[in-house]
């Protein structure tokens, strides 16, 4: 069966966020991780996400794996290609979004394409072309002190026009609100103005199902997982999927792990929660950096934690904290040495029989899921907006939830793990 929906997510949680949509709204849905090849199986599914980590990769090899993606998708018969990236724009000053949408557009002999990263039930909204974080522009969130992606600037024609080759146009919350005929209609004018992008405004999930029925049709098409709730619609009112499917939690049995890197203002709430009830270790960086056996202590500590509560394992610092780490160690090891313990340790555990694992951090998530081994993914259930639990396909049996830093409230982790029966 031909994939409606070829997705290429720029880390792991992105997808995962993506393809949580995609389910909630009735799509059978798989989501394979990293570029891949002529063995991958798409297992039957109406949308196919390819998670990369790829958002703070260098922009050369971002692009050749983006392309590398693409193709396949479009081999497997995906009608329409979607570049996910993170509801707060993340990119590095120089990339990847841009040099990634644009070699998509070219690479697919796209003249045009749309940028929307809104996702309202996660706060992100767009208006007159500048991101806001709940009430706040984005330059003035938390994501202004990320570890990786320091967001500085709310404008995303500003934001895209320095690192892409082309320009980027408004289509305005007017111009939404007008209806289809209108949002083809200010399209159509960018075109002809030789504007190669369009930024769309979104406020509600309203907006965001007009958008889809005004681009639906487009081969390809750049946003946050928001999107996705347009052109689902888009899709199954012209016929090209099914029935809308259910969706079910992980079967998987075993002891309950929690591995936490993210620095995310969200995720050090959840962590300081979590500590409050469960046996808690936070990882020891410089001892990590150092190669003095913490990935081992670790493993050795929650193996010795009683069997009938989950364990939490740890990076998350506050913004200050980071910044010692970073200024001793360099920004990329610091990053790096954090990513290595805590995919070291899963890896460990999950032999041990913690099958029941959530993750926070897109970082974090792309190096535990790599060094788990793991090679697609079942969507299940939503745990909070942008989080499902997912279901190993193919590789040894385990439960998923793959969390964004910023997404899911003080108690996520627990909440999730009260889902599983």
């Not at 998987?252 to 995310?264: E, I």
């Not at 989080?387 to 793959?402: D, F, I, R, S």
Request: hydrophobic letters at 45%; aromatic letters at 4%.
């Amino acid at each position: 069966m031909a994939i409606t929906i070829g997705a290429i997510a720029d880390d792991f949680t992105g997808a995962t966020d993506l393809a949580n949509t995609l389910a909630r709204e009735g799509m059978s849905v798989v989501q394979v991780i990293g570029v891949p090849d002529a063995a991958t199986e798409t297992h039957g599914a109406e949308a196919v996400v390819v998670a990369l980590k790829s958002r703070t990769a260098p922009k050369e090899e971002a692009v050749a794996e983006a392309v590398a993606a693409a193709d396949w998708l479009l081999a497997q018969g995906a009608g329409q290609i979607l570049f996910k990236y993170c509801s707060t724009f993340d990119s590095t000053e120089d990339g990847n979004i841009g040099p990634v949408s644009d070699a998509l557009l070219e690479h697919l002999g796209e003249g045009f394409a749309v940028i929307c990263p809104a996702f309202p039930d996660n706060g992100r909204t767009v208006s007159n072309g500048e991101l806001f974080v709940g009430d706040v522009p984005l330059a003035e969130s938390s994501m202004k002190d990320h570890p990786l992606t320091p967001m500085r600037d709310s404008n995303l024609h500003r934001l895209m026009e320095r690192q892409s080759r082309h320009r980027a146009g408004l289509i305005s919350l007017d111009d939404v609100r007008s209806g289809t005929e209108a949002i083809e209609a200010r399209v159509d004018a960018l075109r002809a103005e030789g504007q190669r992008y369009g930024v769309v405004d979104a406020v509600t999930n309203a907006d965001l199902r007009a958008i889809g029925a005004a681009i639906g049709s487009h081969r390809f098409i750049t946003g946050g997982s928001g999107i996705a709730l347009g052109l689902t619609a888009y899709h199954r009112a012209t016929g090209a999927l099914g029935e809308a499917v259910s969706l079910e939690l992980p079967s998987v049995t075993g002891r309950a792990l929690v591995l936490s890197g993210s620095c995310s203002e969200a995720t050090r709430a959840q962590v300081a929660r979590a500590c409050s009830v469960w046996p808690s270790r936070k990882v020891d960086i410089s001892h990590a950096a150092e190669g003095d056996g913490e990935a081992e202590a670790l493993v050795a500590w929650a193996l010795g934690q009683p069997a009938d509560a989950p364990v939490l394992i740890y990076g998350s610092s506050d913004p200050a904290e980071v910044a010692r780490t970073q200024a001793a160690l360099g920004r990329v090891r610091a990053g790096e040495v954090m990513e290595r313990t805590l995919a070291t340790v899963a890896r460990a555990l999950l032999a041990e029989g913690l099958t029941r694992i959530v993750v926070a951090g897109g970082e974090t998530s792309g190096a535990v899921v790599t060094a788990l081994g793991v090679k697609a993914l079942r969507i299940g259930p939503q745990i909070a907006p942008g989080v499902p639990w997912t279901e190993t396909l193919g590789t040894a049996p385990a439960a998923l939830a793959l969390k964004s830093g910023n997404f899911g409230g003080e108690t996520f982790f627990e909440d999730a793990l009260a889902m599983l029966p």
